[in-house]
Nanobody, 124 residues
């Protein structure tokens, strides 16, 4: 079992930055793919970025160059640094953990555990 707790969301003006954190329980955190997804009102949950156990990172096009994912296995924590935020980034951001060998990292069904979400609101 893995429990995930996100933090760091809030209200920020366009062009600003936020850093989200996701703290995980469990002793095998380092083995998991970790992903960030987001969901805006009335829309489906969508993939944002993922990081594998080796530190390899995978970004969706609309955040490349603006968002950075990182993980600290000693602290069982994954981070999402978000810069140059836009109003379109407004959503609830979810952290997810999954044990899989690779591929389909953008698919919600690959992830076994989810956090409760943290709200990010970007004002224009």
């Amino acid at each position: 079992q893995v429990q995930l707790v996100e933090s760091g969301g809030g209200l920020v003006q366009a062009g600003g930055s936020l850093r989200l954190s996701c703290a995980a329980s469990g002793r095998t955190f380092s083995n998991y793919w970790m992903g960030w997804f987001r969901q805006a009102p009335g829309k489906e949950r969508e993939f944002v970025v993922a990081i594998n156990r080796y530190g390899g990172t995978y970004y969706t096009d609309f955040v490349k160059g603006r968002f950075t994912i990182s993980r600290d296995n000693a602290k069982n924590t994954v981070y999402l640094q978000m810069n140059s935020l836009k109003p379109g980034d407004t959503a609830t951001y979810y952290c997810a953990a999954g044990l899989f060998s690779g591929g389909d990292y953008y698919y919600t069904g690959r992830y076994n555990y989810w956090g409760q979400g943290t709200q990010v609101t970007v004002s224009s």
